[in-house]
């Protein structure tokens, strides 16, 4: 049986996407109830899959990671087997903060940082290039970041 969020459920999702980090008390007077109940909506969101975690954000160039590139890129072909390789092995690479199977002229879309050009470098020369069956490979830089958001939008929660 699916889990029917209310109104609450969902200030109580908002409040969070903002700060994980609210103690308890607090989030309970924002969303009008006592703390017990309040906790027991939370710990249900996280049993019922959706609070998937809970992280802290860091600057990326306080930490020495300014440069953001987005990578474009095409496999030789689009196997099963080739996929999955591909998966996993960019896994496991710090760099890459997202990836994602597209649909259109190319096959994956990644976003990586580095501390500089240089070390894009290195990461294309002795790790990218290096995966087996890659045929392009388009890189774009970014210049500024106009927009870095992580709440989701909510609205459409309440609306079945």
């Not at 027991?40 to 969101?45: E, M, P, S």
């Not at 894009?120 to 995966?131: A, G, I, P, S, V």
């Amino acid at each position: 049986m699916a889990y029917m969020l209310d109104a609450i459920d969902k200030h109580i999702l908002e409040i969070l996407q903002q700060d994980a980090t609210i103690p308890n008390i607090e989030l309970a007077e924002k969303v009008h109830l006592s703390p017990s109940p309040c906790s027991r909506r939370v710990k249900n969101l996280h049993e019922q899959g959706f609070i998937k975690r809970a992280v802290t954000l860091l600057e990326p160039d306080k930490v020495g990671l300014p440069v953001s590139v987005f990578i474009q890129v095409t496999l030789n072909h689009q196997v099963k087997k080739e996929l999955q390789h591909f998966e996993s092995t960019i896994g496991q690479w710090p760099e890459v903060m997202e990836c994602y199977l597209m649909t259109g002229d190319f096959d994956y879309l990644l976003r990586v940082v580095v501390p500089n050009l240089h070390a894009y470098q290195e990461f294309l020369d002795k790790k990218l290039t290096e995966l087996p069956g890659i045929d392009h490979i388009k890189s774009s830089f970014s210049l500024k970041q106009v927009r870095y958001h992580t709440e989701l939008p909510l609205d459409q929660l309440l609306e079945k």
